[in-house]
């Protein structure tokens, strides 16, 4: 073949892979973003089923704005917070998504609150180019993501996933308590089915089969017959896919006809109000948590700060709840300073993936992504309710 019939094809080819990246990279909206403002979203639940969580990762994502914005704002630019209530409703969340994307026109969706409630309505952030930032949920849809669409890149999450998470605090309490019989209780939705994937997942790698396995509806209240199963099946460890409400409701139960295994709680059940409301009906549980609870009358330094201004804003203790709320924002302004003072979506995604270190003041996991990891950490903890606090019993887990 002539050099010249040869080269020919090669620079039409060229040609037509240089306009292949329009095509593949990852549209990023520029909107929200001002010379003096960035504007932002949450969807969380602030009426519904588990407003015991929203509303404290609302009241701790409005801390950390006020804190950041009391220093001038990021690069010059103040953080405007729109938050509306999905009441845990996926029809609710999604309509609440387009306001915020198509009226609101947010830069950025942050800590968006409960895994059906987020898989509803991420896909209208992503059409639109909205970062998903951080929600409140563990699911793997929340990070997982194949690089053929462009679009996924837009997830990101810093919590401590639920299959991973419960993978590794059930590995450490079947090394240290020697169960033979390991059971499971979950929710019957996307949260549940992480926590029973974890759960079958690592037994079925310390070659142990589940003995028990049975689940109930979100926003159930009775869990007598889940009691008097396990009981009848010999559990002597349950691992609980439940949130606050369900966990207490179960232990009762299980109180009552003589039932008393070891309890697990996945990370959800790591909250101030499990030992404030279940008092002694759940002394001795414990629970995946990815960082310890901070104390108002306990804590020290920035921390104690923080607590203090906490109390003093709301009028309210600080939980768990708050901090993931808070550090939500306060995540999302580091990763906004990195991009510069000329911030662009594609430069915030770009400082996202770069591998740049945030570390908090609560001494949690250090946060990092990559262009292929969107999950910033894995290192999980083991806690337990002693005298009505949470305890760390051991951390720096994994399985």
Known sequence: MHIKSFVAPLVGAAATLAMLPAFAQTKVTNQGVTASEIVIGTHQDLSGPIKVWGVPVLNGMKLAVEEVNAKGGINGRKIRLIAEDSGYDPKKAVLASQKMVEKDKVFAMIGPMGSPTVLAAQD????????QLFPLTAAEFTYKFDPSKAQERLKFNNLLPYVESTRAALKYMVDWKKPKSACIMYQDDEYGKNVYDGFTQQ??????KPVSVTTYKRGASDFAAQAAKMKSDGCDLVVLGTVIRETIGLMAEAKKIGFNPIWLGATPVNVLE??????ELVEGLYSAAGFEIPYRDTAKGPVKEWAEAYFKMFNSEPNTQAVIGYNAIMTFAFYVQLAGKDLTGQKFLEALESGKEFK??????????SKTNHLATTITQVQEVKNGRWVLVKDGLSF
Do not use: C, Q, R, W
């Open 124 to 131: 209208i952030l992503f059409e639109a180019g909205v970062p």
């Open 203 to 208: 037994l079925e790698a310390m070659k142990m």
């Open 274 to 279: 499990i030992p404030a409301l279940g008092k």
């Open 360 to 369: 908090d003041i609560f001494n949690s996991p250090i946060t990092k992504f």
